[in-house]
T-cell receptor, first 113, second 115 residues
Framework: NAGVTQTPKFQVLKTGQSMTLQCAQD?????MSWYRQDPGMGLRLIHY???????DQGEVPNGYNVSRSTTEDFPLRLLSAAPSQTSVYFC????????????FGSGTRLTVV | EDKVVQSPLSLVVHEGDTVTLNCSYE??????LLWYKQEKKAPTFLFML????IEKKSGRLSSILDKKELFSILNITATQTGDSAVYLC???????????????FGQGTILTVHP
């Protein structure tokens, strides 16, 4: 099925560990983003990409890295996990320059202990 | 800094009621206002509004944008228990020189519809 696929769905990390959250889309969308969702704070933009090879920082980029080597994949790397990074992470993609009609992945629930 | 504020933060109604959810925004180089519905998992797209005063409708849901007063409302008529969800509003603006529609989300409104 076409859409945005995120893996893993759940992850528990120890403080200081690193990991990569995977995101892949098969809709040939140019625009991809990573958001984190915390209670009472809506979704906050971490990093985004407007095409292969082009990425930029969002509202809360510290502690995260991204790369976009292909149109399909947009992995998010946690360099040294901290408890403050406990959150639900969503990857999203869109064909629209306006950001409209975003398709979201099903999310990764990350707990850092 | 872009800002989107939703009200109320939570709402409890009974089936058949009509609800109005509010969204005000301050977004640099504003392009569009989007509404999403989130039940348990990922947000699903409802509406995108770019023009002031033009109502978008889908079944019992409708939304309108006021670009002069910088707000939008989402109306749900004849509510059903399946409408229970978090409703998210987001403003899309031009993030500096990248010409990319960066989305700034509000906190969300938690709607609970009782039978």
């Amino acid at each position: 099925n076409a859409g945005v696929t995120q893996t893993p769905k759940f992850q528990v990390l120890k403080t200081g560990q690193s990991m990569t959250l995977q995101c892949a889309q098969d809709m040939n969308h140019e625009y991809m983003s990573w958001y984190r969702q915390d209670p009472g704070m809506g979704l906050r933009l971490i990093h985004y990409s407007v095409g292969a090879g082009i990425t930029d920082q969002g509202e809360v980029p510290n502690g995260y890295n991204v790369s976009r080597s292909t149109t399909e994949d947009f992995p998010l790397r946690l360099l040294s996990a901290a408890p403050s990074q406990t959150s639900v992470y969503f990857c999203a993609s869109s064909r629209e320059r306006t950001g409209g009609g975003y398709t979201f992945g099903s999310g990764t629930r990350l707990t850092v202990v | 800094e872009d800002k989107v504020v939703q009200s109320p933060l939570s709402l409890v109604v009974h089936e058949g009621d009509t609800v109005t959810l509010n969204c005000s925004y301050e977004v640099t180089n504003f392009r569009s206002l989007l509404w999403y519905k989130q039940e348990k998992k990922a947000p699903t797209f409802l509406f995108m509004l770019t023009s002031s005063g033009i109502e978008k409708k889908s079944g019992r849901l409708s939304s309108i944008l006021d670009k002069k007063e910088l707000f939008s409302i989402l109306n749900i008529t004849a509510t059903q228990t399946g409408d229970s969800a978090v409703y998210l509003c987001a403003g899309s603006g031009n993030a500096g020189g990248t010409s990319y529609g960066k989305l700034t989300f509000g906190q969300g409104t938690i709607l609970t519809v009782h039978p």
